[in-house]
């Protein structure tokens, strides 16, 4: 493979199935630079982009890289750049828009932050000392990302504006086909998936919406063209994107309408500015970050039995604290009522905001509950007949979470359709592997979301269990790795087993929920655990299938060489 500078890219010709194609490799395209963000979509409501198709035929290149990362979010990027630290070059992460990101790139919403303190929301071997406050905002994490990216010279290996549509294995060669939007083809030994699970904003398909003739904007493809300046504006939905917007427009909004359908809990979220002299502590002092972390770490990690068990035990005092909360900043009994949540602590995700009820409580907001009937050409009509005349409307409305289906088309061994395996439900061993897809890896894949804390800890110890992986397949000159069904198997039960047990099914609607009411998205445990769970990448669970087509053992020196590869991570 050509160093990154040099890489060759191929040339598409038309887009047909990518197993029939023609060898040649064409024109030498220069090496991706960073872009700026891809502009949001503008003003209508949300409508994702159509695929672009280019009147070429792809062309089978002739170089095969050794890793195709998807996605070049937090988890993407720092797969990236663990690839990179191993003395790899011979990979390239793939990113559907022009810039690294991911959701951080996406959401540009008035008030975007992020709930998790920055500390433990960032790379742990890239502790930052510049946040300005304890929880940072969208733009500042942004940068972080772009940040690490340039330090430590992942653009290179970047290829943005390419769309990984789909992938199919070729067990004879023992690598994956990948086509890009527009026809391109890659061949890659292995997958790294990490498309992130808030990619695509949810439509809410309210009855008229077509017809509404101010605009419909949702918070995932923000456009700051719009104007709110003193007009009447409406916010669907109270969920954790909802409770940033509302408090950062409200001031300047002539009216807003909070159209709610679930009351929410709440914690408080104190979010004092870092002042300059804590922040030179912290850079003369990066000992003291780090123990920073540890303590923030083990605190979430504390808070865990409390927002994922249903057991009442585990629910009266955090339900107490956010109700005396609530009480404390809730005044009028009957804004009260309406705030007050009717389901379990932590069955959906518990929001932290210091300024929602302020918010709420302002002149020019009113809290409609009464669910919507319909939107009209000039505003909404509820059911309960109150009508509200309106110029824009916003969708806080959240993102299509594929708990079911694959993230694109992915043709494994014997040509098996991820999208029918998991058609009722996404599911992989370690939440990382499934069996039939050989050297396919996901990152905070089924059964791995962050119930409690940051998902980087979640990632980044996947990151490690894949880097071992992709390392042994290359050690042991392996055609392929695929997880054994009875291990992916017992992993599953394990989950479904433990999830009867959390709050999350305890009978209220939320996006962790597939259609057919089972988790597979978040965890139902301590990360710590999770972390020790997949420390080493043990060879027992696969099936190891040879360079001559037979299956091969691994023999005690390649445990051992898993177990070094797992404590030099
Ligand atoms: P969400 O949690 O799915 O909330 C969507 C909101 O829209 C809910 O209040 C929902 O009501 C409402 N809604 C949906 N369809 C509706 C309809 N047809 N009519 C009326 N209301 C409707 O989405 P989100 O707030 O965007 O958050 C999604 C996830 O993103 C979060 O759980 C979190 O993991 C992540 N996030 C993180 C941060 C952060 O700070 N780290 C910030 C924002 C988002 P119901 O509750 O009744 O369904």
Known sequence: MTAPEEQQNVTPE????????????????????????????????????????????????????????????????????????????NFRVFEKAGDVGGTWRDNVYPGCACDVKSQLYSYSFEPSAEWSNAYANQGEILKYIRFCATKYGMYPFMRFNSKVVSATFNAEQGEWLLTIEGG????????????????????????????????????????????????????????????????AIAPE??????????????????????SDAEKQESRDNPLKMKINRLKNYWLNEATAPFLILKYDAFKSVPSSISTSYRQKKVKDPVLLKKLTPNYKFGCKRVLVSS?????????????E???????????????????????????????????????????????????????????????????????????????TG????????????QIDYVWQAIELRK???????????????????????????????????????????????LYPGFNAEYRMRIMRFNPANYLLMGADNAPVKASLRDHLSTVKMAFTA
């Not at 024109?27 to 891809?38: E, Q």
């Not at 669910?371 to 916003?394: A, R």
């Open 184 to 247: 391109e083809l890659v061949r890659a030994k292995n997958i790294v998936a990490a498309p992130g699970p808030f990619a695509d904003p949810k439509d809410p398909h309210i009855k008229g919406s077509a017809d509404f003739k101010g605009t419909i904007i949702h918070t995932a493809r923000w456009d700051n063209n719009v104007e709110l300046k003193g007009k009447r504006v409406a916010l669907i939905g109270t969920g954790a994107t909802a409770v940033q917007v509302g408090p």
């Open 253 to 274: 909004v002539g009216h807003l309408t909070v159209f709610q359908r679930t009351a929410n809990w709440i914690m408080p979220r104190p979010n004092p500015n870092l």
């Open 355 to 367: 300024d929602w009820y302020p918010t709420i409580q302002r002149e020019n907001v009113t809290l």
């Open 450 to 461: 962050p119930g409690h804390t940051s998902v980087i800890a979640y990632a980044e110890a």
């Open 14 to 89: 038309t887009s047909t199935r990518p197993n029939e194609t023609i060898q040649k490799v064409t024109s030498v395209k220069p090496a991706a630079k960073p872009r700026a963000a891809a502009k949001p979509a503008a003003t209508k409501a949300t409508v994702t982009k159509p695929a672009v198709k280019a009147d070429v035929t792809p062309v089978m290149p002739s170089e095969v890289l050794e890793v195709a990362v998807i996605g070049s979010g937090f988890s993407g990027l720092g797969m990236g750049i663990r690839l990179k630290k191993a003395g790899m070059t």
């Open 475 to 521: 050690q042991m000159n392996l055609k392929y790795i695929t997880v054994k069904p009875k291990a992916e198997a017992g992993f599953v039960k394990t989950m479904d087993q433990r999830s009867e047990h959390t709050v999350w099914k305890s009978g209220c609607a939320s996006w962790y929920l597939s259609p057919n009411g089972r988790n597979n998205v």
């Open 369 to 447: 509950v009464s669910g919507i009937k319909q939107i009209t050409p000039t505003g909404i009509e509820t059911i309960d007949g109150n009508y509200y005349e309106l110029d824009v409307i916003i969708f806080a409305t959240g993102y299509e979470v594929r708990n079911t289906g694959a993230p694109f088309k992915v043709y494994g061994l014997n040509n098996a359709s991820l999208d029918d395996k998991w058609k009722d439900g996404a599911e992989a061993f370690d939440g990382i592997a499934t069996n039939n897809f050989p050297n396919l890896y996901f990152l905070v894949g089924p059964f």
